[in-house]
């Protein structure tokens, strides 16, 4: 088993910047790929960027040029950091990764709780 925890959140003005983090930890042998996503309540579940499993970062339209996320495989942490931050990006932010508990095992998709992030205007 798996689990993800995420730290960072808050309350941030507008035009502010702010830095979440991800931990993983249990039966880990890889991760495979890393992802941000969010959630407005009322609202579906939306992806804001991911690391692939060979690095490769991709991101939501909506964040480019403004968040930039990292990976660090053997410390099992992934980062996201944010910057000019409008209203609009507040939400729950949610840690997600494919990881393999044994090598050539096939991955498995774990989720993290949250962290609540408030842009004020």
């Known amino acids: 088993q798996v689990q993800l925890v995420e730290s960072g959140g808050g309350l941030v003005q507008a035009g502010g910047s702010m830095t979440l983090s991800c931990a993983a930890s249990?039966?880990?042998?890889?991760?495979?790929?890393m992802r941000w996503y969010r959630q407005v309540p009322g609202q579906q579940r939306e992806w804001v960027a991911t690391?692939?499993?060979?690095?490769?970062?991709t991101y939501a339209d909506f964040v480019k040029g403004r968040f930039t996320t990292t990976g660090d495989k053997i410390k099992k942490m992934l980062y996201l950091q944010m910057t000019s931050l409008t209203p609009e990006d507040s939400a729950v932010y949610y840690c997600?990764?494919?990881?393999?508990?044994?090598?050539?095992?096939?991955?498995?998709?774990?989720w993290g709780q949250g962290t609540q992030v408030v842009v004020s205007s």
């Open positions: 997600n990764m494919d990881t393999s508990p044994y090598e050539n095992a096939y991955g498995t998709n774990y």
């Open positions: 249990g039966t880990i042998f890889d991760i495979n790929a």
């Open positions: 690391i692939s499993k060979a690095g490769d970062k």
